[in-house]
C-alpha cells in the first residue's frame, strides 16, 4: 500500500501543460492582488492565511508573495516593490532585468478598492481545479497498472486522501480554524457558566459541579494551533 500512496501525490501545477485551456489559472488575478497588498500590506492580513505560494501559477508570483510573507510577517516590515526585490535578489529571480520594473508595474496598476478575498478566492480555486486535474492523470495511470484487488483499494485510499487534501486548501487557516473556534467557544461558555454557578441547562434551573475546563481550553488551542 505505501508504494501507491508514495506515486499518488500532490500534482505540480509546472507539471502541466502551460496552456490555459488545459491549466486553469489566473494571473490577472495574481498580478492584482500582489499589486494592492504592495499599495496597502493590510490586504495581506484579510486573506487570513488562506494563500500560500504554492497556490500561484506564475513560480514569480510564488515567489514575490513568498518574499512578502517574510517581509510582512517575519521581519515586521513594509513589503514594496524596492523591499521584494532586495528580498529577491538572493534567489533565482535575482538576475531577472526586468524584476523591478515588473513589481513597480504591478505597484502602478493596483489599486485601494481590490477585493483581496475575492482575488485569493480565484487564485485557491483555479490551483484546485490544476490539482485535481493532475490527480486524475495520476490515478488513470495508475489504474492501468493495477494487477489486483489490494493495489485498487490502496489507489482508492491514496486518491481519497489527496481529495480530502484539497477540501481543506483555501480555508482560514483550514477548516480545522473553524472547528477550533467552534470548540473553543463551546469550552469558554461551559468556564463561564462555571463560575456563575448556573451550569449549562436548558431551563436554567439546575446546578451542577463543573471541573476545569481552562486546561481543556488550551489543550484544543495547541493541538489545533
Known sequence: MGEVVQRVVPFKADALNRDAEKSPHSVAAEQAL?????????????LDGRL?????????HAAMFEAMDAIINMRGGEANP????????????????????????????ATLSTDAKSLGEV????????????????????ARK????????????????????????????????GMKQNVLEVLRQAEAAKTSG?????EGQITVSWPSVSGLTYDVESSLN
Not at 123 to 137: D, E, N, P, S
Open 82 to 109: 524596492i523591499t521584494i526585490k532586495e528580498r529577491l535578489d538572493a534567489s533565482k529571480y535575482g538576475d531577472e532585468k526586468e524584476l523591478f520594473s515588473t513589481l513597480n508595474d504591478m505597484f502602478s496598476h
Open 34 to 46: 500582489l499589486g494592492a497588498i504592495m499599495i496597502n500590506n493590510r490586504f495581506f492580513d484579510e
Open 198 to 202: 448556573t451550569g449549562l441547562n436548558a
Open 123 to 142: 487564485i485557491v480555486t483555479t490551483y484546485r481545479q490544476r490539482q485535481l486535474m493532475g490527480l486524475g492523470q495520476s490515478i488513470t495511470t495508475e
Open 146 to 177: 493495477a494487477q489486483n484487488a489490494e493495489t485498487v483499494e490502496s489507489l482508492l485510499e491514496s486518491a481519497g486522501s489527496e481529495v480530502f487534501r484539497l477540501t481543506e486548501v483555501g480555508g482560514p487557516r483550514s477548516h480545522a480554524w
Open 52 to 60: 500560500t505560494p504554492d497556490h500561484f501559477y506564475v513560480p514569480l
